[in-house]
Structures are given as C-alpha cells and as structure tokens.
C-alpha cells in the first residue's frame, strides 16, 4: 500500500536557537513554491486528525495508518472496518485493480479531534490514487459521493500570497465548531516537480502567528 507523499511547507525552517521550528519568512523550501506564488491554487481545509490508507487490489480491502508500522486506534478501526463493510468497490472502480483511498480519521480522543466530534469518530477523504494517476478534484468529491462519505471541502482559491492572508486570522472548520488547521493546496492545474512529484504544500494558521 502506497504511503501518502510528504506535503512540504511553503518556506524553510530555523533549525536552532530561539527561533527553532519557526518560518523563515520569504525562504522557500522549493523552487517551484517561488515560481509558482503569484498563481492561482486551490486549497482544501486541512483536517487535524490521524492520516489513514484504505487500500483496494480488485479483490481484498487493506487499511493502514501513515506508515506500515503506524497503530490505529481500535475504536477508529472498528469505525473504518463498518465503513468499508458497505463500499461496492466494484461498481464504483469497475476496471481498477490498484485503488488508494488516502484520508483523515478524526474525532474525539484523535488530536484535537473533540472540537470536531465530542463522542465519536469519523473518517474524511482528501485524496484517491488510481493506479499512477491522482484523481482531480472533482473526481475526489463523485468518488465520496458514491462511497457515501465525505470528503474535505475546497475553501480557497487564489495566490499563494492571498492563501497567508486567509490563514492567518483563525476561521472556523467546516467540521464541528474547531477552528481549522489551515489548508493544503495544489496549484489550480496539476504539476509536477522535475522529480515527477506532485507539488502541493501546506498552510498552517499557527506558523504565520
């Protein structure tokens, strides 16, 4: 099962002294976040909670954490296993035989996750890779849509520079009454990095206090 890709942050990191872990405000981590800036993204909300994998070959359902090694907490087990009891993986991947559904388990005693559900958990898709493709937007939201589940809401569009802006007062979650994370965003036509990644970063309300 393929883990999730590492999703960089827009600039560089102090790695000592006093301001250790902060920003380095205009350093960016990659080039492409510096040529890329005053274009148009999309962001999604970024849903504070436990990254989790539900893996379909054609055949059998696998679930992981972030890594191979990860624990899932029984009770958000047992909450995915209900879940994916009821996916017709057939009639929705009908000719895919390597279906990675990539998402967020969050709710109460997962992070901060009482702010989103108090007593209960739940599971949110933000990602679908079929085979080497990564699935559109659009296609995301159909796929949850037909999973019954759902799936993290787009709540910006715009530079890099208004995306700064929009995290850096605290806004509400589109889940529960938690102040969002931040956002993660992709830049409005899908790229890639001349390592063949995807470029995406995130933008967190707590590194532009």
């Known amino acids: 099962m393929k883990k999730y890709h590492k999703i960089n942050g827009l600039y ?6 006093d301001k250790r872990g902060q920003f380095i405000i205009g350093d960016f981590s990659t080039p492409e976040f510096e040529y890329l800036f005053h274009n148009q993204w999309v962001g999604t909300e970024k849903i504070d909670g436990t990254n989790i994998r539900i893996h379909w070959n054609g055949n059998e359902v696998k679930i992981g954490g972030r890594t191979d090694n990860s624990q899932i907490p029984v009770f958000l087990y047992d909450k995915l296993q209900k879940m994916i009891s009821i996916f017709n993986w057939n009639e929705v991947f009908p000719d895919a035989v390597d279906v990675t559904l990539y998402g967020e388990g969050y709710g109460a005693k997962i992070q901060k996750g009482g702010l989103y559900i108090s ?3 739940d599971f949110i898709l933000f990602d679908v890779k079929i085979d080497k493709w990564w699935m559109k937007r659009e296609v995301v939201n159909d796929i949850a849509s037909k999973l019954n ?12 520079e208004e995306g700064i802006e929009f995290v850096k007062d605290e806004f509400k979650s589109t889940i529960g009454t938690a102040k969002a994370e931040g956002l993660v965003l992709v830049p409005e036509i899908d790229l890639l990095d001349r390592n063949g990644e995807r470029i995406i970063t995130k933008l967190k309300t707590i590194d532009f206090k």
Do not use: A
């Open 12 to 17: 560089k990191r102090h790695r000592e002294g």
């Open 149 to 160: 589940i759902d799936s993290v809401p787009v709540i910006f569009n715009g530079t890099l």
């Open 119 to 121: 007593d209960g958990v």
